[in-house]
């Protein structure tokens, strides 16, 4: 008990740590190096604290304000309710490859049932436009690095991210969302809906507090996430300028392999990826075959696919699948007029079908049954 207490105690102040306006995690781990713990940061005076190469007043403070311990009261308070796991960077369990990184978090969030020890780990990023072509590619790729075992790492973001996740979740691969906000919302909102599919076949990552306020700003700093968690990083499309090319940038920082899908010169969603190609921080992605040669990854055996003989369906997936049966491929509007189902209901039955292998998804918003 008195040891469940102590961790306890070293976490709050772990996390009251990482609120302190103007400490950054490079700054933290500096602090927390030269006092022994978090704990004993906020046991200083003053006069201790400012002789600390780099720690001004405004910091000293700012940890002497008592507002961030019960912050970060609250903050636990709110993991424990919702079922979120607190990672430390001296957990045992704390990503290895993320450990490598100078500004890796001194803690993060998470949900789900996420699992990365002894992992090939992916990140796959791009734009938010993707294209038909883009969307081709990223499912191609994902499917041909099934048998591998794949952990796919994005932000959740529509676009490349969402068809990411989604191809993942489809080939019942283990999917990672890292979040540029707090566990208590989910942007963007439309994407709530898969939530539970990402929470069963992985879940969400974030550095960022519950009580954090949504600001854009967080989306390119949790970028370095992406980019440390991995192995690699593939652009699969952007523009000119874009996130998804900053996540590559930090991912060529820190040493990783960067992999960009080339397109047509004339294409706007391509050029960001020609330009990381011709530059030379990126390698020349046309197939899963490169990326497992670079990556010196070993293709076992393929998984033999067995069909399932009995599906567990819900009555209204059944009504679904049957009327896709008796009535051939249907637009979403006629299926949810025929079975009288409201869309936005149908959305999410038709997505939970795909993952089944039931039902699929065909261009325009059509479906066909299996």
Known sequence: MKQNQTMNEDLLYLIALKKIPLIGDITAKKLIAHFGSAKNIFAQRRSSLEKVMGIGSKITQNILNSQYLQEAENELFFAEK??????????????????????SPILFYQKGHINLQNKRLLSIVGTRNITTYGTAFCEQLIEELTPL????????????????????????????????HGLNLIYPATHAKYCEAMEENGGFITDFSSQSPFDRKNFLSRNRIIAGLTEATVVIESGKKGGSLVTADIAFSYNREVFAVPGRTTDTYSIGCNELIRNRKASMLTSAKDLIYLLNWDTPAPKAVQQELFIDLSPDEELVANYLKENGKQALDELALGCQIPIYQLSNLLFQMELKGVVNPLPGKMFEAK
């Open 149 to 180: 075992d794949v952990v796919i790492v994005s932000g959740y973001a529509y676009g490349v991210d969402i068809t990411a996740h989604k191809a993942a979740m489809k080939h019942r691969l283990q999917t990672v969302a890292c979040l540029a």
């Open 82 to 103: 919702h079922g979120i796991s607190i990672i430390t960077y001296t957990d045992a369990h704390y990503p290895k490859l993320l450990k490598q990184c100078v500004d």
